[in-house]
């Protein structure tokens, strides 16, 4: 397990309060809504899941969704929650190995997952997800953007342009964890070949490779 994984299992339980920022709501709400159409009817690999959060989205239109995460803890707090009509499920899997994930999909969303890949791996994992999608498919991600007094500080910048933050659970213990806030064109450039569609809002962006 990495450090990464690390840090979410044991913040499985608080995670959900990351959606509970008020300046967030009305742009959460926006993404909310942007990501039905782009999976209605589809078979969906939903990567790093986390809580479930956005699997309720998906599951709004898409005709399945198997939602995996590394931590089985992370989908335990998503077991709990209400999905469909879309039929949903879950599945523990590294978002480096999916070809360990049985099935075949016309859709790849990955939520704010983009962000905790090192540079020096992001074209290799978009690559991967890129050829795990059949032919006509879709990948989706959707990440953060650097607002100033909403995200935590970056607190280190390395030469090769990952960024760290310093992130506290409620227990007091604290860790580094490696948060990148791409722009549209280092975003574009990173996935090349492929058509992205990039929208904008003020703290989330939303990238559709198709
Ligand atoms: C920022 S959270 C995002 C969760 C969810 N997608 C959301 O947006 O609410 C990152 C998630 O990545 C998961 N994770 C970390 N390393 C992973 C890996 N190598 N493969 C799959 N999931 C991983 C963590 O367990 C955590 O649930």
Redesign the pocket.
């Known amino acids: ?2 450090d ?2 690390d ?3 044991d ?2 339980t608080e ?2 309060a ?2 509970d920022k008020p300046e967030r709501q009305e742009d959460l709400a926006r993404l909310r809504a942007l990501l039905p159409p782009l999976v209605a009817g589809r078979s969906v690999l ?10 309720t989205a998906l599951s709004a239109s898409a005709q399945s969704v198997l939602a ?4 089985d ?2 989908l335990a707090v998503a077991r709990t929650r209400s999905y469909g009509p879309g039929e949903v499920r879950f599945h523990v ?5 999916l070809g360990a994930v049985p099935g075949r999909f016309d859709a790849i969303f ?4 983009w ?2 890949v090192p540079r020096a791996d992001v074209r290799r994992f978009a690559r991967a997800l890129i050829d795990r999608v059949e032919p006509g498919g879709v990948v989706i991600f ?1 990440d953060n953007r650097y607002v100033e007094g909403s995200n935590h500080p970056i607190t280190r910048t390395m030469p090769d342009g990952d960024t760290y933050q310093t992130r506290r659970l409620s227990d007091g213990r604290t860790f580094e964890v490696l948060k990148n806030f791409p722009s549209a064109e280092q975003f574009a450039a990173d996935v090349a070949p492929g058509e992205v569609s990039w929208a904008e809002l003020i703290y989330f962006w939303l990238a559709t490779i198709s």
């Open positions: 397990m990495s990464l994984a840090y979410y299992r913040r499985a995670y959900d990351v959606y939903e990567i790093a899941a986390g809580t479930g959060y956005w699997t995996t995460d590394v931590n803890e992370t899997a590294d978002a480096y190995d990955a939520g704010f997952f962000s905790h959707a």
